[in-house]
RNA sequence: GUGGGCGUAGCUCAACUGGCAGAGCGCCAGACUGUGGCUCUGGUGGUUGGGGGUUCAAGUCCCCUCGCCCACCCCA
């Protein structure tokens, strides 16, 4: 019986796992400047978690959720996304707010993969939560910058745009509603579905782009409150030398987000372009039972990251390979072999006997930097022999003398 | 969920209108009597994704199915 792996999941291994954590180390570092904790929450939810905050007409939830009954009849949603989970867990643990938190996790949904999509992939994100202040925006902005650089991505670019709060966003709602109304037959199938459903999204569609060209903004609806949050959220990114354009039609797929969205894509992607994406979310603390809280973050993909970095691994020729020449000194070469990991130096050996060339073989296609010889002659001399695989040197070493040859390579 | 492309050795791919399943690379070994890479020589390697059908004969044609890739939808 042969197994292969779930649709649109993935074995991460050798380089792209090596090429993973370095990301996270970096993450990691970049966040705790900013003064950010890192948090792990569930891989499954109660699925009424994310009906409520991501939003229940999303696709996100309304088709792309994996959602099972446990064995006590409770249902349980595989998250999605890592909003909900860290809002849920900053009220149920009672962390003191304002806070910010990140997250580096797999997320899950039921789509059907294509480049840069999976259905099982990793998601690094970032909440900070407490402040009304447009300089939390910024700073989703400026952090995001810094993750670009520390991931090696070049060619990225921030697109941007504001929902407005609920009042203005019912206002524009009606607007859009009005103007569409009188296009309605000429619209595609699907925008007309949409009408009804959720018409923001009719803006994102590609079919009917040119016959809805002079849609209303939703910038020119904005109240007096949310017009001078954008604008000084503008401010501070032109101050900064971030640059940005204005999308008008960048709503975003998930319910609560108010005022400030973006998208940070990338022309290295194909037709999944957006790196990352977030904006604001002041109502949902409420929404999920907790206090009315303002809140803004973003989630970054990291498959996509991986796709558009220019980042290589460092070529590291640090190991040290162990061989022997005979059956007898396996056990030997073994303790030596345990003896060096000890020293925490980063060593490997065969277990199957095998001839002293093919041994070699072995140490030369692993990249040894150094082999190390146990051999009857070496063995009655009281020490090994050393190869330096690059530059093709033997030496004799006295067995008590190898810890310190290794100490400075 | 919808469309298009593709599944042949570990990998990259050949095999005309149906006619004995192949090459390169890799892997293993020898040339080199305790020593890697380079070179040469030999060897290993397959239920042609799976199932069914047509045929004297199917990698090739037909149907079903699974998977991968790309796009739509949507998103990270």
Redesign the pocket.
Known sequence: MKF??????RDIYGKEYEILMEFYQRAKKTMDKFGYSFIITPTFEDVNLFIHSTGET???VE??MYVFEDKGGRKVALRP?GTPSVLRAILENDIEIPCKVAYFAN?F?H?????????E?Y?LGVEYIGYIDPLVDFEMFLIIRELMDIFEVKNYYFEVNSMGCIDDRKRYKEELKNYLSEKLEVLCN?CKR?FQRNPL?IL????DAEKIKDFPRITEFLCDGCAEHFEKLKMYLNKNNIKFSINPKL????DYYTKTVF??KSGR??????????GRYDGLMKIIGGPDTPACGF???M??IMLASEYKLPYEKDLIFI???SPELKEKAYNLYLFLTKETLKCDIVLDT?????Q??????KG?KY?V??????EKMGGY?I??????E?KFIKKENLPDYFKNI
């Open positions: 292969q792996r779930i649709k649109g999941t999303t696709d996100i088709k792309e996304e997320m949904r789509e059907k993969p294509q480049k840069g999509r999976f259905r992939f998601q699907d949409r999204r994102d569609c590609k079919i709503v975003r797929g998930i998208e940070v992607l194909g037709a999944q372009d957006a790196l990352g994406g977030g989630a970054m993909g498959e996509r061989v022997y020449t095998k001839s002293l060339k093919s070699m073989r072995r140490a030369n296609k040894a082999v010889i146990l051999g009857e002659e070496e022999k190869k330096d695989m690059e530059k093709g033997e």
